[in-house]
């Protein structure tokens, strides 16, 4: 595993035009290829705001976004991030626009100049890299919410990226597919941040976790987490217990 870091968040700050308290507050924070990297925190704390900053679509206040050791300021220099990062948005429904599971997922590489007979093959390949072929020819409105994120996902990977950036995927999932998504997760040679409310899930993928609050992010030690399915009122905070 390269620990060359692909992307470094120096001292972000960030506060929405109609808000007294900001999101990102100095947040730091660096991101190496092939790390696999989970983030919690409460509900509003800025999660989804901070993979949008990543991504160019908000502009931090100050602070610095380092992309491959360069500093990301334009949108050309975002344009090239997004050619390497992919991110798979909170809600399937914004991803997906196409008729068919197929069109959706040879969107991207048509889109970046392959032939339609190519982009038709790269999305093949990709379907079936992560075990999905099923779906190719499915009418994308009538999957449900967990086969959307499957999909999304093949959207982002037909795009051959280098990382991904996961907003709360594992969000509806049924036991079968959050499993499927562990096995799909635990089997790409690829760097990723994941979002999420599950712990057992980043336990499951993840090899590093941060937690955020207040507008900045602190590593926790992995041996906070731990398997375990049932829920109680802790569910959501790093806690230890005996066995049940
Ligand atoms: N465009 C916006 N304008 C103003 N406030 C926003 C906007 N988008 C999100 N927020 C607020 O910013 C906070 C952080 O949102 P978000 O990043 O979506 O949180 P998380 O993903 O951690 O749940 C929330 O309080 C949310 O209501
Ligand atoms: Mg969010």
């Not at 507050?25 to 509003?44: A, T």
């Not at 990543?54 to 931090?60: T, W």
């Not at 280098?162 to 969000?171: F, G, I, M």
């Not at 999420?196 to 992995?222: E, P, R």
Request: aromatic residues 6%.
């Amino acid at each position: 595993m390269s620990t060359t870091a692909i992307l470094e968040l120096r001292d972000i700050s960030f506060t929405f035009p109609n808000r007294s308290q900001p999101i990102l507050d100095q947040f730091s924070m660096p991101f190496s290829s092939g790390q696999k990297l989970g983030l919690i925190g409460p509900n509003g704390c800025g999660k989804t705001t901070l993979f949008h900053i990543i991504m160019g679509l908000h502009k931090p206040d100050s602070g610095v976004i380092l992309f491959k050791g360069n500093e990301v300021r334009g949108k050309d220099d975002f344009k090239n991030l997004r050619k390497d990062i992919g991110l798979l948005f909170q809600d399937a429904d914004d991803q997906l626009f196409s008729p068919t599971v197929i069109e959706d997922i040879a969107f991207g590489p048509l889109n970046m100049g392959a032939s339609p007979k190519e982009a038709r093959e790269i999305a093949l390949q990709t379907l079936e890299r992560l075990g999905l072929t099923d779906f190719a020819e499915r009418i994308t409105h009538q999957l449900s919410g967990g086969e959307k994120k499957l999909v999304s996902l093949a959207t982002i990977m037909a795009m051959q990226p280098k990382a991904l950036l996961l907003d709360e995927p594992t969000n509806n999932l049924d036991p079968q597919t959050r499993h499927k998504l562990i096995h799909i997760l635990r089997d790409l040679d690829l760097a990723y941040i994941i979002i999420s409310h599950d712990w057992d899930f980043l336990a499951d993928t993840c090899d590093d976790i941060y937690a955020m609050n207040a507008g900045k992010v602190k590593q926790c030690g992995k041996d906070h987490l731990h398997n375990h399915s049932h829920a109680h009122p802790h569910g959501e905070q790093p806690h230890r217990h005996g066995h049940n």
